[in-house]
């Protein structure tokens, strides 16, 4: 069972930033775009960000701006930079290698979440 690790989360004040990191894998960099979900009390989760294989990036109009997906496929990371961050971006951050990868092993890969919290 694979399982992605995310670490950074944490407590910081309303325009602080925080740097989210994530271990994926050898197979996840070569084969699938990779991606931060985020799921607040009480809400459905919503992608935040997701940056394919090539790195072409996506990002939701909410964070568009201030926050910022990269991966290392060398080193098998995955990071979310964000800055300016408010009240509303309180939530666990969940990172994913979500999709792509050949029909025999799509990528369905997930984290536990990491918790951050803006006050």
């Known amino acids: 069972h694979v399982q992605l690790v995310e670490s950074g989360g944490g407590s910081v004040q309303a325009g602080g930033s925080l740097k989210l990191s994530c271990i994926t894998s050898q197979y996840m960099s070569r084969n699938c775009g990779e991606a931060w979900h985020r799921q607040a009390p009480g809400k459905e989760r919503e992608l935040m960000a997701s940056v394919s294989r090539e790195g072409d990036t996506f990002y939701a109009n909410s964070v568009l701006g201030r926050f910022t997906i990269s991966r290392d496929n060398a080193q098998n990371t995955l990071e979310l930079q964000m800055d300016n961050l408010t009240i509303a971006d309180t939530a666990r951050y969940y990172c994913?290698?979500?999709?792509?990868?050949?029909?025999?092993?799509?990528?369905?890969?997930w984290g536990q979440g990491t918790q951050v919290t803006v006050s």
């Open positions: 994913a290698a979500s999709f792509g990868g050949p029909s025999w092993r799509p990528c369905n890969y």
